[in-house]
C-alpha cells in the first residue's frame, strides 16, 4: 500500500509554481472566440456611444425651452425633421424648436436632451411638451458607457457570448487569446480495449479516453490520443516521451496503482521526474499521481473512470487553468439535508457523488457510494458532488450540506 | 408607448405549448455527444461488472477458508498463480489455496472473496492470512453496477463528459441525440453595419449577432445568419418567410420598439402570427417581442445587446429547451449584501448586472444599471446577475439578495 499519501495541495504545490502560462496567443474571429482565454488587454477603440444619442423615442429639444412647461401650461414648437439611427437629421436646430428622434439615433447640434413622447402631444408640424427635462436628460452622453482607450476585458478573462456583444459593438472583428494547451493522452493496460471491439475474457472498454477528451477541450486545452499500450515498461518510456514532446502536458489512464502492474508509474520515474508524487490523499482516486518531467506535467489518472474524473479535477484542471492563466469558473451549488451518514479517514479529501432531489419543501442529498472507484452507474445516477474536507471525518444523517449540481435535481 | 405588458410567463403560456421537441434523431460518435441531449433512453446491453472481479489487491481465496485467522494465528495457503486484468489465472482454485490478484481481475473460479495485502504476508510460494474476510469481501459482484438492460441514462439528459465515460465503459461507440433546432437570424436596421466596416455617422455595428449565434450553439441549436436587412417591411416579410421555411425557428434583432420604425413587429404581424405578444412587462428589454407563424416561433429582439441578451434568455432559451425535451441547466449562484437600493415597478421583472466583489468575509453586490438597454459595459464589468420578481417594488441597500454568478467574483 501506499506509505505516505501527500495531499492535494501539497502535491499541486509542488508542480504549480514551475507551471507557466502558454507562451503563444492567437488571433480568432468572434464566433470563435466564446470559451476562450483572453491573451491580452483590450481596449475601447472609440467612445461608446460614439455621439451623444437618444435614450429614447421622443423629440430632441433644448432643455432651457421646456423648464417651467406642464400639462395645463405647455410649451409649443415647431417640428424641423426625423433624425432616426442610420439617418440623422442634417442641419442645425435653433432654440425653440424641436426634432422628433428615435432612440439611438443622433442628437441633432444644437439640442441637449430628449422629451419622451408620453410628455408631448403632437399638433401637426408642432409638438406639445408638458413637462421639463433636464439637461442632458433621456440622452446617452459619447463615451459615458465605454472611454476611448479603456481596458474592456483583462487578459485571463474567459469569453462569454456577451463579451463577444461588447467587443462587436466597438468593430473588433476578432479577438487575441490564449493558444489551447496541447495535451497529450496515453491509455494503458493489457486488458483495456476501444469501444467497438469485441470484448474478450477480463478486458475492459477504454471509458475515460472520451472523457478526458472532452473535459480537455471544455477548458480550452487541444487533445492528442496516443491510442492503447500495453502494461509495458519500455514501451510506456517510449511513447510518453515522444508524447511529451509534442505536447505542453500528458495524461495517461491506468498502471498507477501498487500492485505489481503499475507499469506506468515505473516507465514516469524512469523518466527522472524533478517532481514525483505517487498517490493522493483523495476518495476515490488515492492512486492518481503527478509528476513533472523536463519542465512539463505529467498527470497518471487511474484507469477506473470514477477516480480518473476526481484525478482530473484535483491535478489536470488546476494545471490547464494555470496554462491558460485563466481562472475557474463559478459551478452550481445548492445546499440540501444529507439522507445517510458519510465517514472517511480524516486527512482524506473525499468525492461523493449524490443524488439531489426534493422532498416536500426540503433539498435531500442522498450519497451514492464513498469508495469504489469502479462504481460507474455513480456517475448516471448521481446529479451532484459533494466534497468532504481534509479536516472532517465525514458528515452525519440530517446534517445539511452544500453540493455542486452536476443537473437539475430530481 | 406599450399599453398593455404581457408578463413573461404569459407571453410563454401562449408559445410553448404549441411548440414541441423537433422529431429527428441523430447518431452521433461519442467524442462529439456531450453537450448533446439523449433522444432515447438508453440502456446497459450487459451486466457491469460483467464477471465477479476484484475491489483490491490482494489474494483471492475462499472465504471459508480464512475464518478464525489472525495476526497471532495466521493461515497459511499455497499460491497457485496470478490474475490479472487482461490475463486471467486460467484454472479452478482448490480448497485451501489462493490466488493472488490485482484489482480489476476476475476473480478466479473456486474463489468468493479476496484479502488485501495489508492482511496477508508473502512467504516464498505461500501467503499467510491475519484477517478473515467474508463471502464476497473485497468483490465487485457482476452486475452490482449496472444490470443488462437497465436505463443508463433517459431521453431528454444533457450529456456530461463523465456520461460518455460511463457509455463507453459499455462499449458504446455512438449515441441517439436530438437532432439542433434550426433557427434563421435576421438582423434589422438601417443604422446598423457588421463588425469590420468602416462606421459612418450615426451608424452602430451588428453586436447581437454573435452574441445569439454563440448562445444558440451553447444551448444545442443549429443558426444561420441571413445578414443585415434595412428597415422595409416588404423585404422584412421576404427574408422572415424564407427563414422560417428554412428552420424551426426564427429570431430577428431591431425594429421592435414602439417608436415609428418598428418594421419587424409590422412585417411579423403581416405573417398573420397565432400568437402575437408585442412587448413584455421586463426591464431592460421591454419591447422584446415573441409569435407563432405556421406552428414556428419567432422572437424578435431588441437590437441593443444588454436587451437582446434579456429577450434570449425569457424567450428563446426556453423555446429551444422544449425543441431539444431538455431541462435548463443549473446555475451558479452566490448570496450577497446589496450595496444600493434597487427601484422598479411591481409586475415588472428585472435582470439587473451587479459586479459582485468581496470585502473582507461579506460578498458584496453593486448593481451596475437597471435601465439604460444600451449600457453596454454593465455586460463586460458585471459578474452577476441580480434578478428581481414582479411582485417586488425591489430591493434596499443592505438586503441580502441571491446573485447568477457569470464569472469568478472579483
Redesign the interface.
Given at each position: 500500500?501506499f506509505r505516505y499519501l501527500v495531499s492535494i495541495n501539497e502535491a499541486l504545490g509542488q508542480v504549480l509554481p514551475n507551471v507557466g502560462v502558454i507562451d503563444c496567443v492567437e488571433e480568432v474571429d468572434?464566433?470563435d472566440a466564446?470559451g476562450r482565454v483572453l491573451a491580452k488587454d483590450v481596449e475601447a477603440p472609440f467612445d461608446?456611444?460614439?455621439?451623444d444619442r437618444a435614450?429614447v423615442?421622443g423629440y430632441a429639444v433644448r432643455a432651457e425651452d421646456t423648464f417651467g412647461s406642464s400639462r395645463t401650461n405647455p410649451i409649443r414648437l415647431p417640428v424641423r425633421g426625423?433624425?432616426?439611427?442610420?439617418?440623422?437629421f442634417n442641419g442645425t436646430v435653433g432654440p425653440g424648436e424641436a426634432v422628433?428622434i428615435?432612440?439611438?439615433?443622433?442628437l441633432p447640434p444644437g439640442t441637449n436632451a430628449v422629451v419622451p413622447?408620453?410628455d408631448t402631444r403632437r399638433d401637426g408640424d408642432h409638438v406639445e411638451v408638458y413637462r421639463p427635462v433636464s439637461v442632458y436628460g433621456n440622452v446617452?452622453r459619447a463615451g459615458e458607457?465605454?472611454r476611448k482607450g479603456e481596458t474592456?476585458?483583462a487578459r485571463g478573462?474567459?469569453l462569454?457570448?456577451?463579451?463577444?456583444?461588447?467587443?462587436?459593438?466597438?468593430?473588433?472583428?476578432s479577438l487575441p487569446v490564449r493558444c489551447p494547451p496541447r495535451v497529450g493522452l496515453v491509455a494503458t493496460?493489457?486488458?483495456?480495449v476501444e469501444?467497438?471491439e469485441p470484448?474478450g475474457?477480463?478486458?475492459?472498454?477504454?471509458?475515460?479516453?472520451?472523457?478526458?477528451?472532452?473535459?480537455i477541450r471544455?477548458l480550452g486545452g487541444r487533445p492528442k490520443y496516443y491510442g492503447i499500450w500495453p502494461d509495458d515498461e519500455e514501451k510506456l518510456v517510449g511513447v510518453i516521451t515522444h508524447a511529451l514532446e509534442e505536447n505542453d502536458m500528458v495524461i495517461t489512464t491506468g498502471g498507477v496503482?501498487?500492485?505489481?502492474?503499475d507499469h506506468t508509474v515505473r516507465a514516469v520515474q524512469s523518466l527522472r521526474p524533478d517532481v514525483f508524487v505517487h498517490g493522493v490523499a483523495v476518495r476515490p482516486g488515492r492512486p492518481n499521481s503527478v509528476a513533472l518531467v523536463r519542465g512539463k506535467p505529467i498527470v497518471m489518472l487511474s484507469?477506473?473512470?470514477v477516480a480518473?474524473?476526481v484525478g482530473f479535477e484535483v491535478f489536470a484542471r488546476p494545471i490547464l487553468l494555470a496554462m491558460l492563466g485563466a481562472?475557474?469558473?463559478?459551478?452550481?451549488?445548492?445546499r440540501g439535508r444529507l439522507t445517510r451518514r458519510i465517514a472517511k479517514p480524516v486527512n482524506v479529501k473525499a468525492f461523493v457523488r449524490v443524488r439531489v432531489y426534493r422532498h416536500g419543501d426540503e433539498v435531500m442529498v442522498e450519497p451514492l457510494a464513498l469508495t469504489?472507484s469502479?462504481?460507474?452507474?455513480t456517475?448516471?445516477r448521481g446529479n451532484g458532488l459533494l466534497i468532504v474536507p481534509e479536516d472532517l471525518e465525514g458528515y452525519d444523517e440530517g446534517d445539511i450540506v452544500e453540493v455542486q449540481?452536476?443537473?437539475?435535481?430530481a
Open positions: 500500500m468572434l464566433q466564446v461608446v456611444p460614439p455621439f435614450a423615442d426625423f433624425s432616426r439611427p442610420g439617418s440623422p422628433e428615435a432612440t439611438g439615433a443622433p413622447y408620453e446617452s458607457d465605454l474592456i476585458l478573462t474567459r462569454k457570448p456577451w463579451d463577444v456583444a461588447v467587443f462587436a459593438s466597438v468593430g473588433y472583428t493496460g493489457n486488458e483495456v469501444p467497438g470484448l475474457e477480463g478486458q475492459v472498454y477504454n471509458s475515460t479516453r472520451v472523457m478526458v477528451e472532452s473535459m471544455e496503482s501498487v500492485g505489481k502492474v484507469g477506473f473512470p480518473a474524473l481562472a475557474d469558473e463559478p459551478r452550481p451549488t445548492v469504489g469502479g462504481v460507474l452507474s456517475l448516471s449540481l452536476l443537473r437539475p435535481p
